[in-house]
């Protein structure tokens, strides 16, 4: 059988489903490709993340559409969501991708996990998710939403393999500030970095949560950046900026990283001209060190 696969957000981030997708096909003795528009397939497959990319009009109409784009409970077949990712159709990837666990125990407003994924729970073990079809790799982007959510004993093994393996990760959906006490500070700075710490300051009631883990993990010795996410909407701009000096001001290392707001179900909310302003003064280093916001003006 010849397939296709196809990312319709054409974004240069792996797609995790359509690497299972080819896996399981490859299993099967099928061939894969990527979809080319006007060539005939015996099935096509199409993965969507974002719900405000349009659908790409070259799909057949029998194409098996799917992803938090199209559908936020949409779910691979459990035969597939199981295989390991196929890495020879991103040849360009250094690192292995993965998730340790899944689910989330928050309620988040603005989130879809709990929705998509459920209550936190462990799924794989990092020799597993390195151990891929290309060999056996020692860098991995990790995509949990809320690794620190499992439980104590599950963090302190994977990364206590980690080490022992010189694995540098990085979890690349953030780690929860507000988890972050002497024991868990100390675990996490031991970390192999890859990059750096990731938290995520969404609300005004974070940036105490997140100002705390900072300081705890370089009384622990961690020396490299902070990146920092932060929601910003159209009516929260001062809030924005509240959470941005607050940060630059608790450390120099700190990188703040504005994202506008995009609604799930309504593609007509569209981040103001003013928000988009911020985002592109904050998220470039350059001119957020060169300026204040409020002197800004491009």
Same mark, same amino acid.
């Given at each position: 059988?010849?397939?296709?696969?196809?990312?319709?957000? &054409?974004?240069?981030?792996?797609?995790?489903? $359509?690497?299972?997708?080819?896996?399981?096909?490859?299993?099967?003795? !099928?061939?894969?490709?990527?979809?080319?528009?006007?060539?005939?397939?015996?099935?096509?497959?199409?993965?969507?993340?974002?719900?405000?990319?349009?659908?790409?009009?070259?799909?057949?109409?029998?194409?098996?559409?799917?992803?938090?784009?199209?559908?936020?409970?949409?779910? $691979?077949?459990?035969?597939? !969501?199981?295989?390991?990712?196929?890495?020879?159709?991103?040849?360009?990837?250094?690192?292995?991708?993965?998730?340790?666990?899944?689910?989330?125990?928050?309620?988040?407003?603005?989130?879809?996990?709990?929705?998509?994924?459920?209550?936190?729970?462990?799924?794989?073990?990092?020799?597993?998710?390195?151990?891929?079809?290309?060999?056996f790799r020692h860098k991995a982007v990790l995509m949990d939403n809320n690794f620190l959510a499992a439980p104590t004993d599950f963090c302190r093994e994977q990364i206590d393999k980690m080490r022992r393996l010189?694995?540098?990760?990085?979890?690349?959906? &953030?780690?929860?500030?507000?988890?972050?006490?002497?024991?868990?500070?100390?675990?996490?700075?031991?970390?192999?970095?890859?990059?750096?710490?990731?938290?995520?300051?969404?609300? !005004?009631?974070?940036?105490?949560?997140?100002?705390?883990?900072?300081?705890?993990?370089?009384?622990?010795?961690?020396?490299?950046?902070?990146?920092?996410?932060?929601?910003?909407?159209?009516?929260?701009?001062?809030?924005?900026?509240?959470?941005?000096?607050?940060?630059?001001?608790?450390?120099?290392?700190?990188?703040?990283?504005?994202?506008?707001?995009?609604?799930?179900?309504?593609?007509?909310?569209?981040?103001?001209?003013?928000?988009?302003?911020?985002?592109r003064w904050c998220n470039r280093a350059w001119i957020r060190k060169s300026c204040r916001f409020e002197d800004y003006h491009a």
């Open positions: 059988m010849r397939v296709a696969i196809h990312s319709v957000d &054409a974004t240069t981030y792996p797609n995790l489903a $359509l690497m299972r997708i080819s896996a399981w096909h490859k299993k099967q003795g !099928d061939t894969v490709e990527w979809f080319m528009p006007l060539v005939k397939y015996n099935r096509v497959y199409a993965s969507k993340v974002f719900t405000f990319t349009p659908d790409d009009p070259y799909l057949p109409d029998d194409a098996i559409r799917g992803g938090t784009g199209y559908d936020v409970t949409s779910r $691979l077949p459990p035969e597939i !969501d199981t295989m390991s990712p196929d890495y020879t159709i991103y040849p360009q990837l250094e690192e292995a991708y993965g998730f340790l666990t899944r689910g989330c125990p928050n309620r988040c407003p603005w989130c879809v996990v709990p929705r998509k994924e459920g209550a936190i729970r462990p799924v794989a073990d990092i020799e597993q998710i390195c151990n891929t079809n290309t060999g010189k694995i540098r990760v990085d979890f690349n959906q &953030a780690t929860d500030a507000r988890l972050y006490d002497e024991q868990t500070a100390q675990m996490m700075a031991s970390v192999p970095w890859l990059q750096f710490v990731r938290v995520s300051c969404d609300t !005004d009631a974070m940036l105490p949560h997140c100002i705390r883990a900072i300081q705890l993990l370089r009384s622990f010795g961690y020396k490299r950046d902070f990146f920092v996410y932060l929601l910003a909407k159209n009516d929260g701009i001062e809030s924005a900026l509240h959470r941005i000096y607050g940060l630059m001001a608790a450390d120099r290392r700190a990188v703040p990283f504005v994202m506008p707001y995009r609604s799930l179900t309504d593609n007509s909310i569209m981040p103001s001209n003013d928000l988009r302003r911020l985002a």
